[in-house]
């Protein structure tokens, strides 16, 4: 029992110096699922495409040839047009995708 006290309270006063953790902190998820929509389909390179979950090096390549072929996305559901993405896999990654224009450099000269 006089071994316990110590430890005891060695271990609150580490405790006591430790930083706040906030409720908010702890609240954040860290799965992908959580994550904003962050990749443009239209301007995401092969290895942006590639973070996503459950798109390998095959399904990206798939889905930029199917953005060259259509000339760009219209919208996220039209990734269930390339080979390799069904529905399953298409809600697994819709919260982290969107579709904006891609910039076009070479018109709307001043």
Known sequence: MKTI???VLALSALLMMAPTVSAQT?????????QKATI????ATLDQLETLPGIGR???????EQRQKSGGFKKI???MN???IGEK???KIKPM?????KSDKAGGGD
Do not use: D, M, Q
């Open 40 to 43: 443009n389909l239209n301007t």
């Open 89 to 91: 896999s298409f809600l």
């Open 26 to 34: 702890l609240a954040v998820p860290s799965a992908p699922a959580a």
């Open 77 to 79: 559901e039209e990734l």
């Open 5 to 7: 006290i110590p430890v």
């Open 82 to 84: 390339v080979k390799g």
């Open 58 to 64: 095959k399904t990206a390549e798939r889905i930029l």
């Open 97 to 101: 995708v969107f579709v904006a224009p």
